[in-house]
């Protein structure tokens, strides 16, 4: 049935790199487990390092895109993927 979904996970660049990202998906992963078999997320297609890191951590592109008018052109985002439990 239903796939949960994690809205947002972002960390400020002053303080990358000391885990709490990491942390705070694994929370997150945690809680939508509770009640889901899966997951997906949104990760701004430009976005190398956020996709590394979600690759990292087992979640994969299912081939969704999305496409958002911004201020002065289009965000394109990719849907990621992941089984919980």
Do not use: Q
Request: proline share 4%; net charge positive; aromatic share 10%.
């Amino acid at each position: 049935g239903d796939i949960g979904h994690l809205h947002a996970l972002y960390v400020l660049p002053e303080w990358a790199g000391r885990g709490l990202g990491s942390a705070l998906l694994a929370v997150g992963v945690a809680a939508l487990a509770a009640d889901f078999a899966e997951a997906t997320l949104w990760v701004l297609a430009g976005n190398a390092p956020a996709r590394a890191f979600y690759a990292a951590r087992g979640w994969r592109p299912d081939g969704a895109e999305s496409e958002d008018a911004v201020a002065g052109g289009v965000a394109v985002s990719v849907r990621y993927r992941r089984r919980l439990r």
